[in-house]
Structure formats: C-alpha cells, structure tokens
C-alpha cells in the first residue's frame, strides 16, 4: 500500500492541464451514520454546476422546511430524497448521481452508514472503483468505519480517499486530523489498499471539496475533486484476459445468429480466436456488432453482440473467453460472504447462486469462519445474522466458469438469491475453486436403477412423513412398511430417532443443526433410491426449503411428501416421549412447535388428519396412492 498522503505534500497537477481523455471514474461514499456523506456528495454536485436551477431553488424551500444548516442551502437534501431519510438524518437507499468536470466523468453512490442497511452499502460498493471514506473528525474511528473499510477490500476497491470531515466542529486542527489519519493507516495496513489519500474537509463548508481551505493553511495536498479527477482507474484493466458473459442469444430471424453481452475484461476483434469455457470448444469471432454498426475492437464495459464463425452450443450463462488464459471450471470453492438476510444463513441450506448470467443451484458446505471487524479476528460461527461476513466453502449443482475476485469481478463475484422469497441474501467474492470438478466424477456402472427397479417389479420413490412430534409420522410409516413388506416390496424406513443415534449423533436442534440433518438424511434416501427401494423417511423437517431440497435431489415423480396434521394441543397431550413437557418446562430449546418454527408444506401430495382418521386407515389411503402413481406395479 502507499502511504497516507502527507498533508504538506504538493497537490498533484491535472485540472486545466490540457486535453485529456473523459473517462469515467465509479466511486462510492461510505462510513458511519451521520459522518456527512450526503453533505459531501451534494456539494460536491452543487460545486461543479450539476445541479438545475429549478433544482437549486427547490433545494433553497426544502432547507427552510428541513434543513439543518440555518439559512444556507442544506446540500444533504439533494440526496435524502425519501421522507424517512428526511424525517431521521440518515440515508437508507443507495442512490446514484451523475457529474463531470472538464478531465472526467463520474458515477457517485451514496450509501447509507447505518449498521442495519450495511447490504445497500454492499451494492453500492460492488462496481465501484474508488471509496470515499468519512470520519467525522469529533469522534473516534467507529466500528462501522471499519465495517465498511473491510467490505471495500473484500468487493475489490483499492484506492481509497479517507475524507477527515467536519472539521469545522474541532476548530479545523491539524492535530485531530493527524490522529485519525494515522489510526486509519493503523488498522488498514492489513487490508492492503493500493493508495490511500487523507484529506481534511468540511462538507458544509465546503473546505477542500472541490476549492482549496483557507482555515487549514496547514494542509498542502489535493482537494477532495482534484484527487477523484487524476487517480488512476483499473490500471491492469488492459492486461486481464478476455472475459464475456452471454446475456442473451439474439436471433431475430433464421439469417441472424448473435451472442448479446458486456464484455468484462479484456478485448474482442474480428478473427480472434474464443472458448466457449463451458463445453469447452474454440470459435473464431466473425462480427461484432453495435448499435452503431461493426466494430473493429470491443473493450472491457462495451455492450456488444458477438456473431461466431462457428454454429456451436452457445445459450444465456455461457462464458466467452481467451483459449489461452481460460477460467476455471469448478463445482466447489472457497469465498467471502457478506450476509444480506434478516433470517440466518445456515450451512447445507439449498440457494440459488448468479454468477455473471449464469444461476445455479448451490449450497454453503462449510462455514469455516466469521470476521470480527473490529479486529478481522477469525471466529468460530454455526450460522451467520444480518451484516455478517466470513469465509465459506460453497458446493453448486453443477460445474460453472469461474475467477478469483481480486482477478476478475464478473466472473469472481456472485449473489445468493432464495429460492422461496427471490431475495438476494448474501453476495460473495471467489478466493479459489476446490477442484472437486476435475478430481471427482460420477461413476456408471451396468447395473442401474432401472434394472434394479424392474428385478424389484416396484418404482424406487421417497415417501417423506413431516410434522410436529407426536402426529403420527412414524407409527404411519411403520404400518406402510409392514403392508408393503407383506405384499414383497423391497423398502427401507429411515426414522428421525434413529438415524441422530448413527449418522447424524453429531448434530443438535439448532435450526443450522436440523438443515444438516435433513440434508444427510435426502443424500441417504436418494441413494436408496438408487438402489431400487421404496424409501419411507419419517422426520419432523421443520422447514420448507430442506424439503423442496430433498424433491430436488431426485428425479421427478420420485419424491411424495405427505403432511401428517395433527393440531399442536393434540401433539402435546400424546407427547409419547414426554418431550413437550420438558421442553415446556425449559429443559431444552429449540423444540419445535414450542420456541422452534413448523412450517407448513404449501403443496405435499397427501395430507393426513390424524386427529380424525385412524393410523390404520391412513396407512391404507397411502397404499391406495401408491397404487395409483404406479409405484407397486
């Protein structure tokens, strides 16, 4: 990392320096909750004439109405356009503006600072190239402050401008500056930013934002502006290896053929040779077309259409990239997650995973463990809350193309979205793949389940019982087992008692402990399965998306989930193992039905009211079932 700029050092030299290039500069405001970001952001447009005039005058009745600064304009008001953010101070979503100056462009997110919306700071950050940190200069460096240092080094930020803001409120002295500057040096040293540039400002003011601070004659270095407008953006951008999700294949008629994407890193020409990291084969591109006719050359951010010179396997989520320096192919690798969900994340739980264009199904296999920000100590951790960040090892259902974050954000970061809700929960930065791809392969063998099934004369399916303790899920299957037996199927029970004594003794009742041993049990009767049985589980899975989970695993039609209802007071009054009573009694916790969620299946194939009909009788509307879908012929 480069020092923290020295504030006797000379401001580097750029604005009105001649003709330059208008790139464009994405940049991020962050730190705690009311440390002056959107102060900061809006003088910043007020400063450099983005803002309309009907705007201004606007800006000049709303001050009067909420501001927080006298007579003056309040520059916040620009941003917190939400009435909540009005009403509290703070800023809650992330918002996006636009300014420019004669040198460079620019995209500023304003993020919030409070703790609570950490994941809309985590958005703001992901496709930023620059991060504009605030300290309020009357207090301490905050844990939040440090919060959102790590989140930047974690999503790939690695210049960062430390704004020391209001300094107004300390008598503008040098000394408070010096102090947080090198706090800050302190605890970032670790997170290896590739510069960081201290500079005292004061938003309200105006001091060192975009015009030089005649209160701290003390400090000689760049103003707030002229530091955005001459650091440097993406240096080894022009050196990384072509990377272009395919967003889209677009075939307007049987003549046209194309491959629509944004090209993330490197750069595409007619001829090039490309891989199609999927299945693996080479191409030549032919075209690249725009909406501004064919292109000779197409950049890193260009939107382009790819036509290839070969008619191969190319659909939405394929990857084109350099034969030479391809991605890596893995079901399995190492990340650091942020955790985006008011409900916990809980290892063996199955999410959806988007990478790039690309979803698949995935799973967090090892949560190996949880940052303390304070300190970036490594703890211990058997789920993860709200805001929480750690390193995990995550499984997808199938093999996808993959970088190293720090190499490639495209195609090294990812989200995890809920298949129930659609929520994205967490979103993740690839350190490496496992190599479980191309160490582990699937094994045929002659003997398959179809030819196990026909020696069984029977249709290998799961019958899953779910419901509370004490509805009647094993004294049913039970009884299924025996009639099944007795009419010569093959079968096998697997009970929720039974296999914590064996398999899954090494698990407890928490709700990450119940998710795992779920999962097991799925993977045990899916090879079951396999094997040609009829496979009878009797769990209470309190949970609706490890059920979905083990539908999934199977194949269709292999898989009948039967809710045993049975009201909670009538579970409680058989409590055939007295648990609800100790569990009333606060022996244990975690008990569902008790202090633990049931939650109920939306669509199972059978419900069974065992408050009503008998055990006996239930068990003969399975086997009448079973008849029906084919599973006894």
């Known amino acids: 990392m480069k020092a923290i700029s020295d504030p006797k050092a000379k401001p580097p030299s750029g604005r009105g320096a001649g003709p330059v290039q208008r790139d464009l500069l994405r940049l991020i405001t962050c730190g705690s909750v009311d440390d002056g970001k959107s102060t900061l952001i809006g003088r910043l447009l007020l400063d450099c004439g983005a803002v309309f005039t009907d705007r201004r005058q606007a800006l000049e009745r709303d001050s009067k109405v909420a501001g927080t600064t006298g007579d003056a304009p309040d520059a916040a008001l620009l941003l917190d356009g939400l009435q909540a953010e009005r009403e509290q101070g703070i800023t809650i979503d992330v918002g996006y503006h636009h300014f420019a100056t004669p040198r460079r462009r620019f995209i500023v997110a304003d993020t919030p600072g409070h703790l609570h ?17 605030l300290v309020d200069a009357g ?98 951008a022009p050196q990384r290896p072509l990377r272009m999700p395919v967003q889209w294949v677009n075939r307007p008629d049987a003549t046209f053929r194309g491959y629509a994407g944004t090209v993330a890193s490197g750069e595409l020409r007619p001829g090039d040779e490309v891989l199609i990291a999927r299945t693996n084969v080479r191409t030549r591109i032919e075209r690249i077309v725009s909406m501004d006719g064919d292109l000779a050359r197409a950049g890193a951010g260009d939107a382009v259409t790819v036509l290839l010179a070969d008619d191969i396997d190319v659909s939405r989520g394929d990857l084109l990239a350099s034969p030479d320096k391809p991605p890596q192919i893995a079901d399995a690798f190492a990340c650091d997650l942020v955790w985006m969900s008011e409900a916990p994340l809980l290892p063996g739980r199955s999410y959806l995973l988007k990478c790039g264009s690309r979803i698949v199904g995935a799973t967090i296999t090892t949560l190996k463990y949880r940052v303390d920000v304070t300190n970036y100590a490594h703890l211990a951790a058997r789920q993860l809350a709200l805001n929480e960040i750690a390193c995990v090892n995550i499984a997808t259902v199938e093999p996808i193309a993959v970088d190293p974050y720090q190499e490639n954000r495209t195609t090294g970061g990812f989200i995890l979205i809920d298949r129930f809700t659609n929520e994205t929960v967490g979103a993740g930065m690839i350190r490496f793949g496992l190599n479980r791809a191309a160490n582990i392969h699937h094994a045929d063998f002659d003997v398959t389940k179809a030819a196990r099934a026909q020696l069984n004369r029977q249709r290998p399916v799961i019958v899953w019982f779910t419901g509370l303790s004490g509805a009647g899920k094993s004294t049913i299957a039970n009884l299924l087992e025996r009639k099944l037996h007795a009419l010569g199927k093959r079968t096998y029970l697997l009970d929720g008692d039974n296999v914590r004594q064996g398999l899954n003794r090494d698990l407890g009742f928490t709700e990450a402990d119940r998710v795992e041993n779920v999962r097991r049990v799925a993977e045990t009767a899916k090879l079951f399965v396999d094997a040609g049985l009829i496979t009878l589980v009797a769990l209470i899975s309190p949970f609706r998306a490890e059920r979905r989970m083990a539908r999934a695993i199977v194949e269709q039609g292999e898989f009948i989930e039967i809710f045993v209802d049975a009201p909670l007071e009538i579970c409680e009054h058989r409590d055939p193992k007295g648990l609800y009573r100790k569990a009333r009694r606060g022996e244990f916790r975690n008990f569902t039905g008790i202090d633990s969620p049931y939650e109920r299946p939306e669509d199972p194939e059978l419900i069974l009211n065992t408050a009503v009909e008998g055990a006996e009788h239930l068990a003969d509307r399975i086997m009448q079932f079973l008849r029906q879908r084919g599973v006894l012929d």
């Open 117 to 133: 919306y950490t994941r809309n700071m985590v958005t703001g950050a992901s496709n930023a190239d620059l991060a504009v940190l």
């Open 139 to 236: 207090k301490e460096m905050l844990e939040q402050t440090q919060r959102h240092s790590f989140i930047c080094a974690l999503l790939g930020i690695r210049d960062i401008v430390l704004a020391v803001n209001k300094m107004d409120l300390v008598n503008f002295e040098e000394s408070v500056f010096n102090g947080i500057r090198d706090a800050f040096a302190g605890f970032s040293a670790s997170l290896h930013f590739r510069s960081v540039v201290a500079i005292p400002t004061s938003a309200v003011l105006g001091d060192n934002i975009t015009r030089r601070s005649d209160r701290m004659a003390w400090y000689h270095g760049p103003t707030l502006l002229e530091q955005l407008e001459v650091v440097e953006i993406n240096p080894d």
